[in-house]
């Protein structure tokens, strides 16, 4: 069974999803989310304690209270993708790192594009950082697919610096 819960935060309704007492995505927008609702059986809105723990870390992030998640986190991908994701988990917050640094810490150095792959099928965005990740050259990359002004507000929230694209 899958479960949700919705979050207000600066960025809008967030919502969380749990599957197997872990949390398995978190969706920035409605359009991901009402995609992803049309292909999973059995989902029920229901704030189980891991969700409710979510939603509570998420709000005292965005409120400066919380630097770091301690969730019970899962994901699907590849063991590359897993690989990345690891990696992006162990940046502070309010440092960035570029994609370089990521290829590089996953022993992968020439596979910067495929770091950025691993960061666009991140299903836990902002719990598995990926909006810390910025171009070479500090500059603001895409986010999320193409969400780059939620990339910008975060890096805000954290005081990170970066270029304009």
């Known amino acids: 069974m899958n479960y949700y819960t919705t979050a ?13 007492d872990r949390i398995t995505r978190l969706f920035l927008s409605q359009e991901d989310w009402v995609d992803w609702k049309e292909t999973v059986q059995n989902t029920e809105h229901k704030e189980t304690p891991n969700l409710a723990e979510a939603k509570q870390q998420l709000q005292e992030y965005f409120a400066g209270e919380r630097k770091t998640f301690s969730l019970p986190l899962s994901q699907k991908g590849t063991p590359f993708q897993q690989k990345v994701w690891q ?7 309010g440092e960035s ?14 596979a910067v594009r495929a770091v950025g792959q691993a960061n666009k099928r991140n299903d836990l965005p902002i719990f598995v950082p990926c909006h810390r990740v910025i171009g070479k050259n500090s500059a603001l990359t895409g986010y999320a697919g193409s969400k780059t002004e939620i990339k910008a507000f975060l ?3 954290e005081r990170i610096s970066y270029k304009e694209k």
Do not use: Q
């Open 97 to 110: 790192r570029s994609y370089a640094d990521i290829a590089a810490a996953v022993g992968s150095p020439k």
């Open 87 to 93: 990696a992006l988990e162990r940046i502070p917050y």
């Open 8 to 20: 207000e935060t600066p960025l809008g309704e967030l919502i969380i999803a749990e599957e197997e």
């Open 155 to 157: 890096l805000n929230i």
